[in-house]
């Protein structure tokens, strides 16, 4: 099983990013797919969740209207569309797994975790 993140990087305050997740080893269209962030010093929180019809999606109210998230069953990847940023979205990105919708917003109940990618958002 693997889940690799893709796409972080340095970018100044008010631009975009996108990340990526390409999934393999596990039956992708039956998980719920999220992406989580974890800044230093902080607990990892949960920052959009994609269900796993690609129908019901979730943003956490700090990153609403900014950041989109959405998936392909087809190839197994999700994504995290990351507009107007800004320098508290710093932190590294993690994408995770998981079975139930009712279980997304706690890391100890994900079945997958990717090793992250890093986000820095400064001028």
């Known amino acids: 099983v693997q889940l690799v993140e893709s796409g972080g990087g340095l970018v100044q305050p008010g631009k975009s990013l996108r990340l990526s997740c390409a999934a393999s080893g596990f039956d992708f269209k039956t998980y719920h797919m999220t992406w989580f962030r974890q800044a230093p010093g902080k607990e990892r929180e949960l920052v959009a969740a994609i269900g796993n019809f690609g129908i019901a999606t979730r943003h956490v109210d700090s990153v609403r209207g900014r950041f989109t998230i959405s998936r392909y069953n087809v190839n197994n990847t999700v994504y995290l569309q990351m507009n107007s940023l800004k320098p508290e979205d710093t932190a590294l990105y993690y994408c995770?797994?998981?079975?139930?919708?009712?279980?997304?917003?706690?890391?100890?109940?994900?079945?997958?975790w990717g090793l992250g990618t890093q986000v820095t958002v400064s001028s």
């Open positions: 995770g797994a998981a079975r139930k919708w009712s279980d997304i917003a706690t890391p100890s109940n994900y079945d997958y």
